[in-house]
T-cell receptor, first 113, second 111 residues
């Protein structure tokens, strides 16, 4: 089954404790992206990757890191989480950017205390 | 100024009604346009892409007006299962890898 898998689905952590949210897709997609969703603000793009070892900033990259060492995986790293990073996070993938359909993971709900 | 603006609603309509949403975008260099559907706090799923000539998929019709910089979604014969939030999405000609989402329009279809 074609899918985008995020883990964990729910996470409560404390300020400053490094964490990683994993994202994996099994569709051999080149493009992957991370978004955060906050009430009234919609989805905002954090980082995206056009292919292995090729990443770029979205609109809200501050406080986040990503890596793309393999085509299927695109982890999101919060080196020192802060309460303003409490949000619902989605990973997405598509064949390429542009007109292609994005397939989303089920989301990770993160609370930073 | 937001790249994409939507009326948050909610739109409360009876089953069988026809409902229309608009979405305005600020950048004339916007290239590709989409409507996604999101059920309560679940992942967004593509409803339809929006083409310059307009397109239809069953009860759903999407249109693009480049001159006025808006896209629209028309839902005919609303079903209870259409209740969701509808997200408008655009990307730009000069960086089609960046996507801009509207904050969504909530639709409630009632019996």
């Amino acid at each position: 089954e074609a899918q985008v898998t995020q883990n964990p689905r729910y996470l409560i952590t404390v300020t400053g404790k490094k964490l990683t949210v994993t994202c994996s897709q099994n569709m051999n997609h080149e493009y992957m992206s991370w978004y955060r969703q906050d009430p009234g603000l919609g989805l905002r793009q954090i980082y995206y990757s056009m292919n292995v070892e090729v990443t770029d900033k979205g609109d809200v990259p501050e406080g986040y890191k990503v890596s793309r060492k393999e085509k299927r995986n695109f982890p999101l790293i919060l080196e020192s989480p802060s309460p303003n990073q409490t949000s619902l996070y989605f990973c997405a993938s598509s064949l390429s950017g542009d007109k292609n359909i994005q397939y989303f993971g089920a989301g990770t709900r993160l609370s930073v205390l | 100024r937001k790249e994409v603006e939507q009326d948050p609603g909610p739109f409360n309509v009876p089953e069988g009604a026809t409902v229309a949403f608009n979405c305005t975008y600020s950048n004339s260099a916007s290239q590709s346009f989409f409507w996604y559907r999101q059920d309560c706090r679940k992942e967004p799923k593509l409803l339809m892409s929006v083409y310059s000539s307009g397109n239809e998929d069953g009860r759903f019709t999407a249109q693009l007006n480049r001159a006025s910089q808006y896209i629209s979604l028309l839902i005919r014969d609303s079903k209870l299962s259409d209740s969701a939030t509808y997200l408008c999405v655009v990307n730009l000609r000069y960086n089609f890898n960046k996507f801009y989402f509207g904050s969504g329009t909530k639709l409630n279809v009632k019996p």
